[in-house]
Structure formats: C-alpha cells, structure tokens
C-alpha cells in the first residue's frame, strides 16, 4: 500500500509513519523544511517533500500512485485559532481542498481526515457525544474542521471521492512536545521535569476525554483499511477527566512534587467533552487499550529520558 501522509513528522504523523513503514507500506511524508520527526523513524525507507501541503508545487510533487492520504497538517491549533482566522481558512481550509482538488484525479482508495473530536462539537446538553450531535464550535479550528467534513461530502458527490473522518479526542503520549501549549498532560510532565509550575486556564473543572497515542494509530489505519467508508468516527477512551484529577494522578499514583496556578478562564474552552466511541468500536472493530495511568507512565518514562 501507498501511503501520502501530510505532517508526516508531527505528534501523532511520525507514529503513524513508523507504523506504517513497520507493516511495510510505501510512505511519502510531507512536512514543513526543517521539520524533524517527534519519535525515531528510518528516514532512508520513506520519501519525504519538503514545503506546506497546499503550495501547488508541493502538490505537485505528490504525483504517482498512492492508495491512501492521511491528512494529519494543520497550521494553528484551538486556542490561538481564533487571533487568526483569516490565516486558519487560508490554510486548513483554502489548503485542504487545494489538496483534494489535486488528489481526486487519481481516485485513490482513501482519504483520511484527522478533524477534531474535541473542538467541532462545542458546547452540548450532554454527554458522551455521539457523531450525530450538533453543536457550534467555539473557536476557528473547530469551525474549519467542520467544514473540511462538507467539503470531504462533497467531494464524494462529485468525484468520488472515498474518505473516513476520525473526530479525534485528547492525544498524548511518547515523542510529544513538552513545551507546547496544546496537549494538558504533555505540557504537565514537560513543566513539572523543568521545575515550572503547572498553569491550568479556569479551576481545573474543564473535564476532557485523553487517549494513548498507540491508540490512536491504531484508530487511523482502520479507518483507512476498514470496508467502511465515507463516515465519521469520534476516537477517544470515552472517559472524562478533569484538569485536577489529571493534577491528582501525577501528585498520588506518581509521587510528582509541584505548583500549580490557576489562571482566568479561557473562551474556546468548553466545560466538558467526552466521546461516544460506540461506532467506531463496532464498525472498525477498534476500541482503545491503553488506561490513562499506563499511558501516563510511559510518556513520562520517556520524558524524564530526554
């Protein structure tokens, strides 16, 4: 199989890669120049382009034969979305469909989308939250994911276009940056390994729903390789967890010394959101098996290692 995989050497692209490499497909990775993968990969069996997906003459390199796209690039995530909108459309919008208007002549077998379990949904009455529940993003990235899924249909209409969308909740895990802003239980380990207090945005009651990263993976190749096919999948643990408990489990199970600090609230955060799994459970015979102690584990193992 071949496979054209977008952030190919982010966070979750560069588990994706090496696991793919690993079950022997054909891997063409692209990413931004000077991109480094965040876990090991054998750089001399995959083939890399460098340059933002959406740039035509990075599009054009695209060309040959490919079975799947996964696409994983995004140029600003949830929070700062909003300070810029404009650029959020130009590139994850205007750029995806650039990209399918590219991809649709060869009629590939798949294309992938990475949308946003956690942002698409906003605000809802209830929860978990099943894929057919409607609700109004409160940020740019969750506006334009959402709207990558019309365009996805769309596309389908009128060109055939075969896709699965995975509506992905919190991911974490090995090989994630510890100084990034995105990503609560990453951004915990790196501040607590460097002596910085903890920040936590509001009092800690925002609850959300964390999956493993090997997970993850796993969710995005069956979605891939599944006779299923233009869907929508939410991949989560399907459990909540607020900030303080994630405070709790560091501090009781893992012995962490360290401050914390609340700030103000932020806008684009909801109170609460956990995924409905039960579709993607029985229609792409997944479901998530790592418990979030485990995972905890090991990302801190390998943290404390770097």
Not at 43 to 63: H, R, S
Not at 177 to 195: C, E, M, S, V, W
Not at 242 to 251: A, D, T, Y
């Amino acid at each position: 199989m071949r496979a054209l995989i977008t952030g190919g050497f982010g966070f979750i692209g560069s588990h994706l890669t090496r696991h793919l490499l690993d079950k022997g497909w054909n891997v063409t990775v692209v990413d931004l120049e000077g991109a480094t993968p965040c876990v090991a990969l054998p750089m001399d069996k995959l083939t890399l382009i460098n340059g933002p997906y959406y740039a035509p003459e990075v599009i054009a390199q695209c060309g040959g034969e490919i079975d799947v796209c996964f696409h994983l690039a995004s140029s600003v995530g949830p929070a700062l979305s909003n300070e810029k909108i404009v650029f959020d459309i130009e590139t994850n919008l205007i750029g995806t469909v650039s990209l399918l208007d590219a991809l649709s002549p060869k009629q590939i077998r798949r294309f992938v989308y990475i949308s946003s379990g956690g942002t698409v949904y906003g605000t809802v009455p209830s929860v978990p939250i099943s894929e057919n529940q409607h609700g109004f993003p409160t940020c740019s990235y969750g506006i334009v994911k959402k709207a990558v899924e019309y365009y996805l249909h769309l596309y389908s209409k009128i060109h055939g276009m075969r896709y699965n969308v995975i509506r992905l909740a919190n991911p974490y895990g090995v090989g994630q940056r510890l100084n990034y802003n995105q990503g609560a239980i990453a951004n915990f380990i790196g501040k607590i390994i460097n002596n910085v207090p903890i920040e936590i945005w509001g009092d800690g009651s925002v609850v959300r729903d964390y999956i493993y990263i090997d997970d993850v993976v796993r969710a995005i190749v069956a979605a891939a390789e599944s006779d299923a096919e233009n869907e929508i999948f939410n991949i989560g643990s399907g459990v909540g967890l607020s900030l303080n408990q994630i405070v709790k489990i560091l501090r009781d199970d893992f012995g962490l010394p360290f401050e914390v600090k609340y700030q103000a609230s932020r806008s684009v955060d909801v109170p609460v959101n956990i995924l409905d799994i039960a579709k993607a459970v029985n229609r792409l015979n997944w479901r998530p098996e790592i418990d979030v102690k485990s995972g905890i584990e090991a990302t801190l193992t390998w943290a404390r290692g770097q």
